[in-house]
């Protein structure tokens, strides 16, 4: 029952992580927190006056044991950091979460690979980030990632595809955002695993996403950026990557671009520049011996449309039956069985890119 003490102590407005590990110091165990005096906690000078007087009015509100069943039934479980399933690459890093809670499967291998960038990417760099993502996920790497919107999202996409990926959250887990990536969520959930150190219940607060983004990193061997522009909140985990000692991997973009921006500052500052998955591979001494589905295995219909693609300019249905002459209905399938081999992805709704793989 620690961890839901812990988890208790979290929901109090004014104790985060570094305040729960100096009462942790002080007491032992959060549940002697819990159950300590005023006095004693005046004593210990761990909490100011006003959030001590939060903790012993909030206390008698929190009932324990049914915190603990109701967040059974949503599927939710918490990891502390002395638990042996801790994820091992995270522990050492500075001001590391006392609690995690998550939905699925934490990691038990130190194969994993953040993918980060901008919210507002183009069809480029989502195109991009999927191939990661992808690419990564054949080779039984973790891809980790932070649900936004852009970048994030399609790295997600892309892993999902083939093994399995980690989404940390700047909110609690049992909060959607942004919204629209509810079955995104719910996928990563099943297939890897949905994270946060923030109690369930809490709402995403512009704060929390930096912050976040130390775990992000924290969780990886590397950090690949993809778009970024000068100011990004991605070259926030850079940051937090270099801090700890973690490489730094960079995709190029266009020099017209400001999206390009932070990225080309980072390879000249000395990140690693990459163009596919198999640098990274190659970097850390991995083999990848699953193949990408290959253009030879596609019908001549598939062949003729994929080939009608472009990598960074989106396609609409309606202008790819201009340049094929095929129906509607045709290249509705032979999209569809595309996606499915990983060599388009939508960038928009009903626009299309081709991916690269399987050449």
Same mark, same amino acid.
């Given at each position: 029952m620690e961890r839901f003490y812990l988890a208790a102590l979290q929901m109090i407005s004014g104790i985060g992580n570094a305040r729960l590990r100096k009462l942790l110091d002080f007491f032992g165990s959060a549940q002697q927190v819990w159950r300590a005096s005023q006095q004693e906690i005046v004593l210990s000078r761990c909490l100011d006056e006003a959030t001590c007087n939060k903790l012993l009015h909030n206390r008698e509100k929190i009932d324990i044991l049914s915190l603990a069943e109701k967040w059974h039934k949503q599927g939710i479980r918490l990891c502390q950091a002395t638990d042996s399933d801790y994820p091992a690459l995270l522990r050492p890093i500075f001001n590391? #979460?006392?609690?995690?809670?998550?939905?699925?499967t @934490?990691? +038990?291998?130190?194969?994993?690979?953040? /993918? /980060?960038?901008?919210?507002?990417?183009?069809?480029?760099?989502? %195109?991009?980030a999927h191939m990661l993502g992808r690419e990564l996920a054949l080779g039984g790497v973790t891809v980790v990632s932070g649900a936004a919107r852009g970048i994030d999202s399609a790295a997600h996409q892309g892993a999902l595809m083939e093994g399995s990926t980690i989404a940390v959250l700047g909110c609690g887990i049992d909060i959607t955002y942004p919204p629209e990536n509810r079955s995104l969520l +719910?996928?990563?959930? =099943?297939? &890897?695993?949905?994270?946060? =150190?923030?109690?369930?219940?809490?709402?995403?607060?512009?704060?929390?996403?930096?912050? +976040?983004?130390?775990?992000? %990193?924290?969780?990886?061997?590397?950090?690949?950026?993809? =778009?970024?522009?000068?100011?990004?909140?991605?070259?926030?985990?850079?940051?937090?990557?270099?801090?700890? &000692? +973690?490489?730094?991997?960079?995709?190029?973009?266009?020099?017209?671009?400001?999206?390009?921006?932070?990225?080309?500052?980072?390879?000249?500052?000395?990140?690693?520049?990459?163009?596919?998955?198999?640098?990274?591979?190659?970097?850390?001494?991995?083999? %990848?011996?699953?193949p990408i589905a290959s253009i030879s295995q596609l019908s001549a219909d598939e062949i003729i449309i @994929?080939?009608?693609?472009?990598?960074?300019? #989106? @396609?609409?249905?309606?202008?790819?039956?201009?340049?094929? %002459?095929?129906?509607?209905?045709?290249?509705?399938?032979?999209?569809?069985?595309?996606?499915?081999? &990983?060599? /388009?992805?939508?960038?928009?709704?009903?626009?299309?890119?081709?991916?690269k793989g399987g050449i």
């Amino acid at each position: 029952m620690e961890r839901f003490y812990l988890a208790a102590l979290q929901m109090i407005s004014g104790i985060g992580n570094a305040r729960l590990r100096k009462l942790l110091d002080f007491f032992g165990s959060a549940q002697q927190v819990w159950r300590a005096s005023q006095q004693e906690i005046v004593l210990s000078r761990c909490l100011d006056e006003a959030t001590c007087n939060k903790l012993l009015h909030n206390r008698e509100k929190i009932d324990i044991l049914s915190l603990a069943e109701k967040w059974h039934k949503q599927g939710i479980r918490l990891c502390q950091a002395t638990d042996s399933d801790y994820p091992a690459l995270l522990r050492p890093i500075f001001n590391s #979460p006392v609690l995690l809670y998550y939905r699925g499967t @934490l990691p +038990r291998t130190d194969k994993l690979i953040a /993918v /980060v960038g901008s919210r507002r990417a183009s069809a480029y760099g989502k %195109n991009v980030a999927h191939m990661l993502g992808r690419e990564l996920a054949l080779g039984g790497v973790t891809v980790v990632s932070g649900a936004a919107r852009g970048i994030d999202s399609a790295a997600h996409q892309g892993a999902l595809m083939e093994g399995s990926t980690i989404a940390v959250l700047g909110c609690g887990i049992d909060i959607t955002y942004p919204p629209e990536n509810r079955s995104l969520l +719910r996928q990563i959930a =099943e297939q &890897g695993a949905v994270i946060s =150190e923030y109690p369930p219940g809490t709402s995403p607060h512009a704060a929390f996403f930096p912050v +976040r983004n130390r775990i992000i %990193n924290g969780l990886s061997r590397g950090v690949v950026v993809v =778009e970024a522009a000068e100011k990004s909140g991605a070259l926030i985990t850079v940051e937090y990557a270099l801090e700890e &000692g +973690r490489d730094v991997f960079a995709v190029p973009g266009s020099i017209f671009s400001q999206s390009s921006k932070g990225v080309h500052q980072l390879i000249k500052q000395g990140a690693k520049l990459i163009d596919g998955a198999g640098d990274v591979f190659e970097e850390y001494g991995w083999v %990848n011996s699953r193949p990408i589905a290959s253009i030879s295995q596609l019908s001549a219909d598939e062949i003729i449309i @994929l080939n009608t693609l472009d990598y960074e300019i #989106p @396609l609409t249905i309606e202008e790819i039956m201009i340049k094929t %002459n095929f129906s509607s209905s045709v290249i509705s399938y032979a999209l569809l069985q595309l996606e499915l081999s &990983g060599l /388009v992805m939508e960038h928009c709704t009903h626009c299309y890119v081709r991916v690269k793989g399987g050449i």
